[in-house]
């Protein structure tokens, strides 16, 4: 490709606390109804002064830390002006020159397809095959959120709900270090993941609790991907970004647009700002982009410049295992694949889940008579096939079961200590893939005791050699061409004849009995 992308992000990110920012309204942004919960501080009312929030500077600071940033021993607010209905007070409390972090770097894993030769970074260098890729972060602040603007009333009016004006906001900004728009999408998810880790915000996208902006243009580079010209082009905003998958889509179009701008000899000449119209799947231009010096940024004089030692000093203890170290554990400690440790740990709720459902699961191996070993030892020994199962059941029947009943980890009604037991019964050929499917549904459904439900409706796997010897006879009787067939050399058929085994006993035959009856009995054809 003769134009390299330059893309950076600039994400907000809405903390969790009781209060808001500088007031002591409820945060509750998705309140319903608009309007409730607001006081004269957060609408901007003559005479009224900030209180800072010291529960979102610790958020701030600990978001700053699991993203390697240089911390600031003192830090403050400023005031960047502007006039939008959204914004009360014709400015926002935010920070300029004295942010809570500088110059970070968050690492994430790039799909081997995604690295290489072709893709060299934004600031020089060639990424290798496989190699992670390390993110730039050039900030972290604090600042206040605008109100929300509803446009397209019944009366054809834009209003303004309040609720959402003055809550506490993160700012990351990056580096321009992404070389592809997957890996915006990545580091997108691996923040989100971090943010839930720290138990600072849900960021969820969808619901505007991470927002994201992303900059790109485009770089000229000669046959050998070298940089034709040292300086960076004007970048370009994109707005209105509410997914992953927005984010990647709005990135790829941008790219296709300016590649065009280049070859014909129109490359963009001023920053702009351009929003992304999700329906049309296309960029529009909203308006030229502001510098920092359109803000008029000067410090916020009802709030003193802040010591930040002691907050530093309480939350150096507070960092818990992140993602990134957790996934890694998940693979070596438990045995689960990259993909499957990745899902797994991409909710605490979901790892804490999962750690309680092994360790519930160990227990219950060594309980079982037909297990040799204690638990560590049996766990060790058949490491690969029981992290494949409780990885498989959770990230695939169980993860779609929740989809479907919109059912969230925190109200799920299976207890790790049923859920150990269901994949024991698994582990122990007592129950089919068929019937397990059916069990764990009623499972989720009412909570109930595997073992018990298994019993109540039948489903327990049929491991009778007599009676499973009959039904197999009786296929092999019903179906004299595919038998012919088979004895003829084509052994493929083979597994003709234990899709309907399994059909005729509901799933509840042991398929490997199920096998070698057939083995025998067609051999004899």
Known sequence: MPYQPVIGLEIHVQLKTKSKMFCTCPNNPDEAE??????????????????????????????????????????????????????????????????????????????????????????????????????GITRVHL????AKS??????????????????????????????????????????RAIMRCLKISDADMEKAQMRCDANISLRKTDENGEFVDAALSPKTEIK??????????????????????????????VQSTRGWNEQSAVTEEQRVKEEAHDYRYFPEPDLPPMDMGEIIAKTQSELPELPIAKRKRFIDEYGFKNEEAKFLTSDPSLAEFTENVISELKEWLASLP???????????????????????????????????KKIDIKNLKITPENFAEFISLIYTNKIGSAAAQKILAKMAEAGQDPTQIMEDNELGQMSDVK?????????IRQNPD???????????????????????????ADPNIVKVLLEKYLKEK
């Open 240 to 269: 209105n970004l509410n997914s992953f998958k927005a984010v990647e889509r709005a990135l790829e179009y941008e790219i296709k647009r300016q590649t065009k701008l280049w070859e014909q000899g129109k490359p963009p000449r």
């Open 370 to 404: 037909e297990v040799e070993g204690d638990a560590e030892e049996i766990y060790e020994k058949q490491k690969a096939k029981l992290a494949k199962l409780v990885g498989g059941w959770i990230c695939s029947k169980l993860q779609g079961i929740m989809t479907d």
């Open 467 to 475: 009676e499973i010897e009959t039904v197999v006879q009786d296929i």
């Open 150 to 191: 509803i446009h397209g009333s019944k009366t054809g009016e834009t209003l303004i709900d309040y609720n959402r004006c003055g809550t506490p906001l993160v700012e990351i900004v990056t580096e321009p270090d992404f070389r592809t728009p997957q890996e915006a999408k990545i580091f997108l998810q691996e923040l």
């Open 143 to 146: 600042e206040e959120d605008a």
């Open 34 to 135: 608009p309007n409730v919960n607001i006081c004269s501080i957060c609408t901007g009312q003559p005479g009224t002064l900030p209180v800072i929030n010291k529960a979102a500077l610790e958020m701030a600071v600990l978001a700053a830390r699991a993203l390697n940033l240089k911390l600031s021993e003192e830090s403050k607010f400023d005031r960047k002006n502007y006039f939008y209905p959204d914004l009360p007070k014709g400015y926002q409390i935010s920070q300029y020159d004295m942010p809570i972090g500088l110059d970070g770097y968050l690492e994430i894993d790039v799909p081997s397809h995604l690295s290489g030769e072709s893709n060299r970074a934004a600031r020089g260098g060639v990424r290798p095959k496989g190699a992670r890729a390390k993110i």
């Open 482 to 508: 595919q038998a012919a067939a088979y004895g003829a050399g084509k052994t493929a058929l083979l597994q003709f004849f234990v899709g309907l085994a399994m059909k005729a006993t509901e799933g509840k």
